[in-house]
């Protein structure tokens, strides 16, 4: 299996209708380290998921019973997890 190394770059955007997380997915293999394309990004406690572009980018909606698990998984690497709470709505990682 190859070694993992997630780099999440989290925004969150807070509006008065929708709270959303953006992030950037990479992988280390070997020794480069690209975007993972068709990762899976999912939080454990909500329905919501989506999977990342080919730039290793997605766009998600921050569910609203918070604190919840991010999960981010792909094929070939290992599974990575973060936990978000409702304070950590608007900061970057």
Request: glycine fraction near 6%.
């Amino acid at each position: 299996m190859k070694s993992i190394l997630y780099i999440i770059l989290l925004c969150f955007f807070a509006n008065t209708t929708l709270s959303q997380v953006k992030g950037l997915v990479q992988g280390k293999d070997s020794l480069k380290i690209k975007p993972i394309v068709r990762a899976k990004i999912k939080f454990l406690n909500a329905n919501d998921g989506t999977f990342t572009n080919e730039e290793g980018t997605f766009e998600l909606v921050l569910p609203k019973n918070l604190p919840d698990t991010l999960v981010i998984s792909a094929v070939g690497y290992y599974t990575d997890t973060i936990i978000l709470n409702k304070k950590d709505r608007f900061i970057s990682l």
